[in-house]
């Protein structure tokens, strides 16, 4: 299989990445909905290596027509399916395999002063999110990320 091919992404004016990174996640773990500020945010390039995982991409651009809208995909080793997250975008995924392996390409080296979200389970959000919120398991810095409504994007 060809997951990545750098001729493709330089045909289309795609971002250039530079790293990737890889995450191992158990049944019911929820990490996001995190973003990097500017100038430090990050263009991602999510796929599951093993298990199943809803993504998740919330649009944060101000001045976008789909402002606060998310979109949701299940992405898994058997699907195969990758999904593209531009800059501007908020960012979540929640296993819902046993275990899942995700690898996400990125366009820009993490940097914790940069790193923000928005709590996942946001009214104002509406995402639904493939398990009941009694089989979701955040870590204590996701469970203290703001709402939607009191959020200031910088983008």
Not at 21 to 34: D, K, P
Not at 55 to 72: L, Q, T, W
Not at 118 to 144: F, M
Request: charge should be negative; aromatic fraction near 12%.
């Amino acid at each position: 299989m060809e997951s990545f091919k750098d001729s493709v992404y330089k045909e289309n004016n795609l971002t250039n990445f530079i790293q990737d990174n890889e995450s191992s996640s158990s049944f019911g773990v929820l990490r996001g909905l995190h973003f990097q500020s500017p100038p430090k945010e990050q263009t991602k390039l999510v796929r599951v290596i093993s298990g199943e995982i809803q993504d998740v991409a919330v649009d944060i651009r101000k001045n976008s027509s789909s402002y606060g809208k998310h979109f949701s995909i299940i992405l898994s080793s058997d699907n195969k399916r990758q999904l593209y997250i531009p800059k501007g975008f908020l960012h979540g995924f929640l296993v819902l395999s046993e275990t899942a392996v995700v690898m996400y390409k990125v366009d820009q080296n993490y940097c914790s002063e940069a790193d923000s979200g928005v709590i996942y389970n946001d009214e104002d959000l509406g995402i639904d999110w493939q398990l009941p919120s009694n089989k979701i398991s955040l870590s204590s810095k996701d469970s203290k990320l703001e709402s939607f409504k009191f959020f200031k994007s910088p983008f």
